[in-house]
């Protein structure tokens, strides 16, 4: 990490959660004369970059998202070869996980993918489940409306079996359905890629977070590019829908 960058950051405000959606891969590839896949392929040591930085920071969660539910409806071989490479990145990653303390979580509808690509992510969040420091959680086979659907679902089904009171049903209620549960909302989310649009991702949970985008290709991003998003958070100021006065008074959280 470049320690000049390292210096303007103020340690006592760090986001809390950082989500990014890790675009360009496809674009990065096809400037340089390669595959698709290629991109993807180089898009994993971004990956491995950024989840190192987080964890040096104290960053306490991290979610990527690496597949969503349209993603699908790309050319079978596309989709194959990044099935694959999650598979194999899983493997190759995980001790590196480990030695940074990083836990591994996963969202989305992963009964949807190949048996042993969910074994294999089952058996890495295991492996890592010890770890306590940054908590990696990976969006695959994720879109914010599956995710508020299968909630609602589910509500419905609660209240329809006696065991919730569908007038008691509030924010707390809806969030603690989503696949996200349990995790703070995001305070900074950060597109790669150039293009400045949401993509189904996290829709609820983004309410109320910083949004930073950069046309930097995904497999482009690195430390550095991280550091200057976290930097340019901080010199932001969040008012939650209050006026500047009342957020000065109470202090900045
Ligand atoms: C992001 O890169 C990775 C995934 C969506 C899986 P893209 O594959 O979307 O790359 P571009 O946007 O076509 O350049
Ligand atoms: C968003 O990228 C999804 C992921 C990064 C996994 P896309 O490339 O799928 O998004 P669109 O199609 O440009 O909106
Ligand atoms: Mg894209």
């Given amino acids: ?4 960058l390292v210096k303007q950051i103020d340690a006592t405000h760090l986001p809390v959660h950082i989500a990014i959606i890790m675009d360009g891969n496809g674009r990065w590839a096809k400037l340089r004369g390669l ?3 290629e991109g993807h392929v180089a898009g994993v040591e971004s990956v491995r970059k950024v989840t190192e930085c987080a964890a040096r920071l104290g ?4 979610t990527l998202y690496a597949f969503s539910t349209e993603n699908w409806n790309r050319p079978r071989e596309e989709v194959d070869a990044l099935l694959h490479l999650i598979v194999m990145s899983l493997r190759k990653e995980v001790p590196h996980l480990k030695e940074n303390n990083v ?5 989305g509808d992963i009964d ?3 048996a042993h690509t969910r074994e294999c992510l089952e058996k890495s969040i295991e492996e890592t489940s010890v770890c306590d420091g940054t908590v990696l959680n990976l969006a695959l086979s994720y879109s914010s409306r599956w995710e508020i659907t299968d909630a609602c679902r589910r509500l419905a ?3 329809a079996e006696g065991r919730i009171d569908w007038a008691s049903i509030d924010d707390e209620a809806v969030a603690s359905h989503l696949s996200t549960a349990g995790i703070p909302d995001p305070d900074l989310l950060i597109r790669t890629g150039g293009d400045e649009r949401v993509s189904n991702f996290l829709l609820w949970q983004i ?3 910083e949004l930073y985008f950069t046309d930097i290709y995904w497999p482009g991003f690195g430390a550095d590019q991280m550091l200057r998003a976290i930097i340019d958070y901080q010199g932001r100021e969040r008012r939650f829908g209050l006026t500047s ?7 900045q959280q």
């Fill in 1 to 4: 990490m470049n320690p000049e």
């Fill in 35 to 37: 595959e698709r896949t």
């Fill in 59 to 62: 960053v306490k969660y991290l």
């Fill in 103 to 107: 836990s591994l979580r996963v969202i």
């Fill in 112 to 114: 949807r993918m190949p």
């Fill in 157 to 159: 089904r609660e209240a």
């Fill in 207 to 209: 309410a109320y977070s």
């Fill in 245 to 251: 006065e009342q957020v000065s008074e109470h202090g």
